[in-house]
């Protein structure tokens, strides 16, 4: 039996033993640490050393037997050192450990975010601050817009919102268009607005054969939407008011489409800075040319009313309908059947 002295010395013999293996093993890592990575992949590839270290995962990956427990030592002392507990890794770690080495000997490597899992309270945080932005320059857009339509309900101001319609309006047929009378287009054309306004385009969206049969002087013929859009592209670079009046025969139909897709695509092309808008003062002309060269014949060119079906032009008729296609033919002044009528006899000369 063996004494207690005797004991001692045996317990020392064995720590003496581990610790001189524990030495080696330190030795081991700190020299793969250095310059396995490099050595490995110029043997392999034969390119330029790679910057990144081995990740301790990978290393204990190669000097650890797979064989082996976590705890294995050769005297059967179940010893734990803290080089031991270092070199431990759980089946997480097998996978971060397979992914490391792939992207060691694939040729590509994995950056060092994809290394590490990122916590759910880092994705949450970043995902929350991502929504914050977008939801704080969507919220602060869309405060500007609510604004601008509470200006434009508050008082009657031109669609833009910058300030109040010059011309004096009349109710009308169409409730979302602003109207004016003949009276107030012959002040226009007199020059009694001539101080705040810079420029006025009277828009006839009557076919050429009426438009050339009688029209208000200077006006521009348009009765197509390509006519729109040529309008739209021309730049506007004047401060001052540039208004448009549309009309056609009765102002009933084709005269309140043109204005209405005028302003829709005016919209659209400044959607980024509403409500900004090219031509933001647009009026109509209440009862259409036919009311106004009844009273005001002497601002015509010529002097003449040709109506949209009048019976020398049932070809010309047909052939404009075709082209403009999105405006309706006629202009319901009459009844449905009574139109109808008309219009069929016409097409048959």
């Not at 290393?59 to 179940?78: R, V």
């Not at 914050?132 to 669609?159: C, G, H, P």
Request: a neutral charge; proline letters at 4%; glycine letters at 4%.
């Amino acid at each position: 039996m063996l004494n207690k002295f005797e004991r001692i010395i045996i317990l020392v013999s064995l720590l003496i033993e581990q610790i001189y293996r524990n030495i080696l093993l330190l030795s081991t890592y700190l020299r793969i640490k250095k310059s396995s990575t490099m050595s490995i992949r110029l043997q392999l590839f034969g390119d330029s050393p790679i910057t990144k270290e081995t990740s301790d995962i990978e290393i204990a990956s190669i000097i650890t037997p797979e064989s082996k427990g976590d705890n294995y030592n050769d005297s059967g002392i179940d010893l734990l050192t803290p080089l031991s507990n270092e070199l431990s890794w759980k089946p997480r770690n097998e996978r971060k450990s397979l992914d490391a080495r792939r992207s060691l000997f694939s040729g590509k490597r994995l950056s060092d975010d994809d290394l590490f899992e990122e916590s759910p309270c880092t994705k949450k945080l970043r995902q929350t601050t991502t929504t914050t932005k977008i939801s704080d320059v969507t919220s602060e857009q869309n405060t500007d817009i609510i604004e601008a339509v509470e200006r434009l309900e508050s008082r009657d101001l031109i669609a833009d919102g910058s300030r109040d319609y010059i011309l004096p309006t009349i109710p009308g047929k169409h409730s979302d268009l602003k109207s004016i009378t003949s009276e107030t287009l012959v002040d226009v054309i007199n020059g009694k607005y001539d101080k705040e306004i810079d420029k006025v385009t009277i828009v006839d969206c009557r076919y050429p054969y009426e438009f050339e049969g009688g029209h208000i002087k200077d006006a521009v013929n348009m009765y197509t939407k390509d006519d729109v859009h040529s309008l739209l592209q021309k730049p506007v670079t004047s401060e001052r008011r540039h208004i448009l009046i549309f009309h056609c025969e009765f102002s009933s139909e084709r005269g309140p489409k043109m204005y209405r897709f005028l302003r829709s695509e005016d919209r659209n092309l400044n959607k980024c800075e509403y409500p900004s808008l090219n031509f933001p003062e647009v009026y109509l002309l209440h009862g259409g040319y036919k009311e106004f060269y009844q009273t005001y014949q002497e601002y015509c060119d010529p002097i003449s009313y040709k109506p949209m079906l009048h019976e020398d032009h049932g070809e010309d008729l047909r052939h404009f309908r075709v082209k403009s296609k999105s405006w309706t033919a006629g202009e319901k002044q009459m009844s449905n059947r009574r139109h109808r009528s008309r219009l069929n006899r016409n097409l048959s000369f």
